[in-house]
């Protein structure tokens, strides 16, 4: 025998939304920095917070920095066209795009060619 369960009680649970990025469009990851040609980002949250999105090689040396500053709700356009810091076309190859919200973190690759 199992026992006495007793009577049945109520339970309930609440969902929070959690603030991050509701919608993001990466747009030409794969591109021709020496022709011109550029990455475009389109991010969109319903959360204000403190966006950091940089550009990362595959050894994990940081090549460039889109954004680090806290943002409110709202729509917002980053892009880049294969320069690092020092304003120099970057080497062709594949290059890590590292979105960080309060949230969230994601992580696409993102090819440069020439």
């Known amino acids: ?8 009680t109520a339970m309930s649970f609440t969902l929070n939304a959690v603030p991050g990025i509701d919608q993001l469009i990466l747009k030409n990851n794969y591109f021709n920095a020496a022709r011109g040609g ?3 980002l389109s991010m969109q949250s319903t959360a204000a917070g403190r966006v ?8 994990g040396q940081r090549v460039a920095a889109l954004a680090n ?8 356009e980053y892009s880049w ?12 190859g594949v290059y890590i795009l590292h979105i ?5 973190k994601k992580n696409f690759k993102v ?3 020439k």
């Open 111 to 113: 090819i440069v060619a």
């Open 69 to 76: 500053e806290d943002a409110p709700a709202g729509a917002y």
């Open 52 to 59: 950091k999105i940089d550009i990362y090689t595959l050894l």
């Open 38 to 40: 550029c990455m475009q």
């Open 100 to 104: 960080e919200t309060p949230r969230q």
């Open 81 to 92: 066209c294969g320069r690092n810091q020092g304003d120099a076309l970057v080497a062709t």
């Open 1 to 8: 025998l199992a026992g006495n369960w007793g009577p049945t």
